[in-house]
Structures are given as structure tokens and as C-alpha cells.
């Protein structure tokens, strides 16, 4: 590697190096920057000679950040974003948003809540383009580029900011398929006697839950016996419509499945805890417009379907 040079890289050169970065290829950054593939590896390269480093290792099959290549990254995105707003900062008429937000969201959330009124945010802002991961792994938000994630459930102490948006009560259910073989509990004696759940777990292999049960801060854990395992909020709401065994899941998924009568409500005295809902992102002094456009109205959207943290109902 060549020495550094006394000229400080240019805000091009940043760019092209964050789109690789977030697309891991050089083919898909050019064809997304709508420049030749040469431009795009000729100018990783004028940088990783600037600043006298590897960037980026560079296999026949993807490109991945080096060590030095993910601090850069960090600090590239952060320089862009500060240097998007000061040139906002000084329009006379506030600028319209512009840019790319890259955000994921629970599989369930996705589907049946935020993607259906995406529509109203990107008339709002039509310079924007989204980039919308849908999955219930936990994503690595920094090493993955997101700019902010929605997250259900406990947090735990990831380094990351987090905005507590509420919470999404739980209610039990199970399909009338399911219930005609194998009755209707009214007890938690009744559960222990036969009844069974399809178990979810974040990855498979891990130890179920089984049924969590009480009041206020108070719950308690049932085990009981399961047919299937499932990793995913789509296929813990399709076993269950299958007959396949009882679920505890946030309302706000089943509520319909209720209403039409193809799931059954049960023992509405023994829920498990309402989930946490929040957003998170990444530490930073001054957080871009777009991303704040973007969780405020994830937050406007979530909102009819949260309660307040610790109330009851």
C-alpha cells in the first residue's frame, strides 16, 4: 500500500465507498450509482491509497469490509450525513428529503402493518428511496448498515440507542380445527392435561418458553408439549391455523383471524407479558433528517396498536 497523501478524500470517493461497503459487490454499487464497474473499483482504490489502507478483501464471490474498512465505514456515513445537513441548515425553503434509508422490521410488522401505509411516506417524501429488510433475526445494525431498526422485545445492552415506542399486548389462540379434537381450556390444569403449543424459539435447537401466564409483573412459565418448532412469526401463525397447537402472539397479528372466526381467542385471564417495542440506531451526535422523518412516522404508525409501558389491559 502506497503512503498516504496530504489531500483529504473527497466526498465522491466516500460515496462510492459506502455503497460497495452496504452492497458488499462492486457490480451492484455500480449499477445502483448508474456509473461503469472500472469507475467504481478505480475509485475504492484512489481511497484505500489515500488513506494508506485495505478497505475492503475482495474474493470472487462477494467484498468484505477489513477491519480498518468498517471504522471507515462508520465515520464515511456519519461525514455524509453531517455534510447533507449543513447544506440543508442554509436553504432559504426547507429541502425536500432525498437519499436512501435502509430500516428492518419484524416479518409481522412488516406485512400487516407498516409496508401497506408506505405508500402515504413516500408521497410525502418522493426523493427517497427505501431499502426494507423484513426478518425476526436480530440484524447486526451497524456491521449490516441499517439506519434504524424495529425491534419487539427485550433489548438487551447492545450499545445501541433505543426509542421505546409501547408495547403489544398478547392474547392466546388456537384454530377451531384444533380445539374440536382436543377441547377448550379453562384452567391452566386444563392445559397441563393434554393441550399443546407450537413452540417458537429465535433459532432452532434453542429451549421453547412454553406458556407464560400472570399479572402486572408477576408471569410465570408452563411447560407443556409441542408437535413444531418455529423460527419465524409467519410460520408460528400458520401452525396454529393449521391445528397444529395453541400460540401466544401479539393481538395486533391475530386480531383478524379472530374476527373471522378462523382462530379462537383462549383464556384471555392467563396472557404472557405484553412485548417492548423500539426503535434503535446507532449512537450519533446529530441523527439525518431522513432518518428522523422516518422514525417519526414508524412511530405514527405503530402508535394505534401500543399501549403505554406498565398500564394495564
Avoid at 106 to 131: S, W, Y
Wanted: some cysteine; overall charge neutral; glycine content about 8%.
Amino acid at each position: 500500500m502506497t503512503t498516504p497523501s496530504a489531500s483529504l478524500p473527497s466526498l465522491d470517493l466516500l460515496q462510492v465507498f459506502v455503497r460497495v461497503a452496504e452492497l458488499a459487490s462492486f457490480s451492484r454499487a455500480a449499477e445502483d450509482l448508474g456509473l461503469p464497474k472500472a469507475s467504481i473499483s478505480g475509485s475504492v482504490q484512489r481511497l484505500e491509497s489515500q488513506l494508506g489502507t485495505r478497505l475492503l478483501h475482495r474474493t470472487t464471490r462477494r467484498v468484505e469490509l477489513s477491519q480498518d474498512g468498517r471504522a471507515c465505514y462508520e465515520r464515511a456515513k456519519d461525514l455524509l450525513a453531517d455534510v447533507e445537513d449543513l447544506q440543508a441548515l442554509f436553504q432559504r425553503v426547507p429541502q425536500a428529503l432525498r437519499g436512501r434509508l435502509r430500516i428492518d422490521l419484524p416479518v409481522g410488522m412488516a406485512r400487516g402493518v407498516v409496508i401497506p401505509r408506505l405508500p402515504e411516506f413516500l408521497d410525502r417524501h418522493p426523493q427517497l428511496t427505501l431499502e426494507v429488510s423484513s426478518t425476526d433475526r436480530r440484524v447486526d445494525l451497524v456491521r449490516e448498515g441499517f439506519d434504524c431498526v424495529l425491534r419487539i422485545g427485550a433489548l438487551g445492552d447492545s450499545g445501541l440507542v433505543a426509542r421505546p415506542l409501547g408495547e403489544l399486548p398478547q392474547i392466546n389462540c388456537a384454530s377451531p380445527a384444533y380445539l374440536q379434537r382436543h377441547g377448550v381450556p379453562q384452567s391452566l390444569d386444563d392445559l397441563a392435561a393434554g393441550h399443546r403449543l407450537v413452540h417458537y424459539v429465535g433459532v432452532l435447537g434453542a429451549r421453547p418458553a412454553g406458556w407464560e401466564h400472570g399479572r402486572g409483573d408477576a408471569y410465570r412459565t408452563l411447560t407443556m408439549d409441542g408437535s413444531i418448532t418455529v423460527n419465524n412469526s409467519d410460520a408460528y401463525e400458520a401452525a396454529c391455523l393449521a391445528g397444529l397447537g395453541i400460540i401466544q402472539a401479539p393481538a395486533i397479528g391475530l386480531q383478524a383471524h379472530v374476527d373471522a372466526g378462523r382462530l379462537v381467542e383462549l383464556l384471555p385471564q392467563f396472557t404472557a407479558p405484553p412485548q417492548p417495542v423500539s426503535l434503535v440506531y446507532a449512537h450519533r451526535r446529530q441523527l439525518p433528517l431522513r432518518v428522523q422523518a422516518v422514525m417519526a412516522w414508524i412511530g405514527e404508525v405503530m402508535a394505534p396498536h401500543l399501549k403505554a409501558a406498565g398500564t394495564a389491559g
